[in-house]
């Protein structure tokens, strides 16, 4: 019994990533069909999801504008400089699968 659980799990966690990826990939249209979203639309909606770097970026740049009185500025850089970072780890860690088929698509290539 136990043997199998561990296969059935295995084989759910195999497959979840397609599916995920299906659902990604598509929406639904007012007439109830099912379409793909283009690859670009899925790669902007997965980049503009990241919001980790920004938040912390605001919150250590909060932090250390309080603590030596230096203003509004150390929030807004540091905050900025986490939206850079999230665009960038989005498009190259957390959005991989929507940026390959980009640039499958498109016939562009990552740097």
Known sequence: QCNEAIHRTKNSINSSPRSLHRTVNTMSSEG???QQ????EALTNCILSQYRFCAGG???????AIKYSKGPMPMAMAGVAGTVGDLIYG??????IEADRYERE???RRM
């Open 32 to 34: 109830g069909k099912d």
């Open 58 to 64: 605001v919150g250590l740049g909060a932090a250390y």
């Open 37 to 40: 979203q283009s690859a670009s």
């Open 91 to 96: 498009y190259y860690e957390a959005c991989k």
């Open 106 to 108: 498109t016939g562009r």
